[in-house]
């Protein structure tokens, strides 16, 4: 199976300021058949990103992912309150799906 | 507005079966070609996807627990249900149900329901 790393491991940042999320996969995945979440504490995660750059219906353009082949990444341009969560990956390419173990954006 | 909602029991004693059905809404199970499927959080695996049915009917499980697991699905009341069998507290998790769009990126989510094995 493809295993996803997420870096770092937490992240400490102002809003205000620019984050940038990696996501490292094993193998080549197919078809850039990347995605990203968002988990807040006590919910669901809520798809992103698809893709590895299409942003999800209502997503806010703050939100870009990019990438292809074995490396992904997630940025959000200027951090709002709201942003400060848990940041997983996904990977739809190859059975079974996996998702990374997560990058916590914590305000600094 | 699609919305999923998981049910099932809180608590279940080691090798017994779990039994969680996920009620979907706005949205039909067997229309368009979508993947509906089950996904556990747990603090030691993080999120990790079980398996799926597909609006044909046809399913697939994650080798991880393929022996023991079976999604099937109640088409008049456009539910769909996730039978595991020979639990381990390995298995406590938060269980969620969601529509995996055609590729199977997830959306929406269910709200996840918590499933805790122990004697």
């Known amino acids: 199976e493809i295993v996803l790393t997420q870096s770092p491991g937490t992240v400490s940042l102002s809003p205000g300021e620019r984050a940038t999320l990696s996501c490292r996969a094993s193998q080549t995945i197919d078809r850039n058949y990347l995605a990203w979440y968002q988990q807040k504490l006590g919910q669901a995660p809520r798809l992103l990103i698809y893709?590895?750059?299409s942003r999800a219906t209502a997503i806010p353009d703050r939100f870009s992912g990019s990438g292809s082949g074995t490396d992904f990444t997630l940025t959000i341009s200027r951090l709002e309150p709201e942003d400060f969560a848990l940041y997983y990956c996904?990977?739809?390419?190859?059975?079974?799906?996996?998702f990374g173990q997560g990058t916590r954006l914590e305000i600094k | 507005q699609v919305q999923l909602q998981e049910s099932g029991p809180g608590l279940v004693k080691p090798s017994q079966t779990l039994s969680l059905t996920c009620t979907v809404s706005g949205d039909s199970i067997v229309s368009g070609s979508y993947f509906w499927s089950w996904i556990r959080q747990s603090a030691g695996k993080g999120l990790e996807w079980i398996g799926r049915i597909h609006s044909s009917g046809s399913t697939h499980y994650n080798p991880s627990v393929k022996s023991r697991v079976a999604i099937s699905r109640d088409t008049s009341k456009n539910e769909f249900s996730l039978r595991l069998d020979s639990l381990t507290p390995a298995d406590t998790a938060v269980y969620y149900c969601?529509?995996?769009?055609?590729?199977?990126?997830?959306?929406?989510w269910g709200q996840g329901t918590l499933v805790t094995v122990s004697s």
């Open positions: 893709g590895a750059s």
């Open positions: 996904q990977q739809y390419g190859d059975s079974p799906i996996t």
């Open positions: 969601a529509r995996g769009l055609p590729s199977e990126r997830f959306d929406p």
